[in-house]
């Protein structure tokens, strides 16, 4: 793995690619800026990032002696990697017929309509997010762990930046009606994420028959 700026870009990429994959975070958005405006997707993201924060320090502090155990790292990486390929394949079938207008006219929900509720209930809510982190999550760890603890800064920042992106473009995109994305452009972008994603996946699995096998990063 690269230095501090090749972490933060896979790890940029990984969460670009999560985020636009539909799900309730974006639902969340899309009715909360109706109501909000652009600042909806921001403050989402906020409260978003506030609990990763926790589950990243979480992770720092109770994965550091689980770390050390290659086999333990190689099937962790494989798990991880059977998520990432669940993820892409689910992008690739959803961006036949992905539709953000369709989106944006689903019923508003009064529930998730304030921003920082929203925000945190959409995280602790959502089960893909808690099998995300302790799979994903502690293997992209695992792999960057040479390059030393502040490693996780650059982790941390390129994940939450790109939830920032895509959620403060999506607020930007209802709050002006739509007009900045198209449904030909969303489908691409969310197929060319899923490519990534399966991509990645397989870089996760070579990782882990590495750690099985040689017990070598």
Not at 45 to 62: C, D, I, K, R, Y
Not at 164 to 181: D, E, M, Q
Request: charged fraction near 10%.
């Amino acid at each position: 793995m690269a230095g501090y700026g090749g972490i933060a870009v896979f790890s940029f990429l990984i969460g670009l690619s999560g985020a636009l994959i539909p799900g309730p975070m974006m639902l969340a958005t899309v009715t909360s800026s109706r109501k909000h405006g652009y600042i909806a997707g921001p403050l989402i993201s906020a409260t978003h990032a506030l609990q990763e924060l926790v589950m990243v320090v979480a992770l720092v502090f109770g994965a550091s002696k689980l770390l050390v155990n290659d086999r333990l790292i190689g099937a962790v990486s494989f798990t991880g990697a059977a998520v990432l390929a669940w993820m892409g394949v689910a992008a690739i079938r959803y961006s036949r017929s992905a539709s953000l207008e369709s989106a944006m006219e689903r019923p508003a929900s009064k529930f998730i309509s304030n921003p920082l509720l929203a925000g945190i209930a959409t995280t602790a809510g959502n089960p893909m997010w808690w099998a995300w982190w302790p799979t994903v999550g502690f293997a992209y760890m695992a792999m960057v762990k040479d390059v030393g603890l502040l490693a996780i800064v650059p982790f941390y920042f390129g994940h939450v930046f790109a939830d920032f992106l895509v959620y403060s473009g999506i607020s930007t995109a209802v709050t002006a009606g739509g007009k900045f994305l198209r449904d030909t452009h969303f489908r691409f972008v969310i197929a060319a994420c899923g490519v990534f994603l399966i991509g990645f996946a397989c870089f996760f699995a070579a990782f882990g028959v590495r750690k099985i096998v040689w017990g070598e990063q």
